[in-house]
């Protein structure tokens, strides 16, 4: 599985991560496969109900909206993205326990010499493994 992923929407992901920071930011990424390849059509930020720099979860009744946002407009649930303000760039214990959707990429927005940097995986029973995005210009779609 490879995400492709509009530069606008790429950014839109970050100014979240930023403008929660330090705390975890986490939300929903909407998207529509085409064979390997799912296309990312809608960030659905949701608010990290823990307030917290080293754990999120994610507001029930944000969640299940953004998810039923999904639905509605034939989309598929094709991620979910959260930050480690304090490292590390992977997958961490929690995640590892706490990830249910082993179909989707698991975005981790970390820092790195004063940047904010991404990188995505898939996460099945208790393993990791990091999968490609691509960064897409909006005028290429």
Same mark, same amino acid.
């Not at 909407?30 to 809608?42: M, Q, S, W, Y």
């Given at each position: 599985?490879?995400?492709?992923?509009? #530069?606008?929407?790429? $950014?839109?992901?970050?100014?979240?991560?930023?403008?929660?920071?330090?705390?975890?930011?986490?939300?929903?990424? &909407? $998207?529509? +496969?085409?064979?390997?390849?799912?296309?990312?059509? *809608?960030?659905?930020?949701?608010?990290?109900?823990? =307030?917290?720099?080293?754990?999120?979860?994610?507001? +029930? !009744? *944000?969640?299940? /909206? *953004?998810?039923?946002? @999904?639905?509605?407009?034939? !989309? #598929?649930? &094709?991620? @979910?993205?959260?930050? =480690? +303000?304090?490292? %590390?760039? =992977? %997958?961490?214990? #929690?995640?590892? &326990?706490? &990830?249910? !959707? +082993?179909?989707?990429?698991?975005? @981790?927005?970390?820092?790195?010499?004063?940047?904010?940097?991404?990188? *995505?995986?898939?996460?099945? /029973?208790?393993?990791?493994?990091?999968?490609? !995005? =691509?960064?897409?210009?909006?005028?290429?779609?």
């Amino acid at each position: 599985m490879r995400l492709t992923i509009p #530069t606008t929407l790429f $950014g839109e992901m970050q100014a979240q991560v930023q403008q929660c920071a330090p705390e975890e930011a986490c939300g929903l990424l &909407a $998207g529509t +496969p085409t064979g390997n390849e799912i296309l990312v059509e *809608a960030v659905l930020p949701v608010e990290n109900m823990l =307030h917290s720099p080293v754990r999120f979860r994610m507001e +029930p !009744y *944000a969640q299940l /909206a *953004a998810l039923n946002w @999904i639905d509605e407009r034939g !989309y #598929t649930l &094709a991620g @979910i993205f959260h930050s =480690h +303000p304090g490292g %590390p760039p =992977h %997958p961490s214990a #929690t995640d590892l &326990a706490e &990830a249910f !959707y +082993p179909e989707v990429a698991y975005l @981790i927005w970390y820092p790195e010499d004063g940047r904010w940097k991404c990188r *995505a995986y898939r996460i099945s /029973a208790g393993n990791y493994q990091e999968v490609q !995005y =691509h960064l897409t210009s909006d005028e290429q779609l």
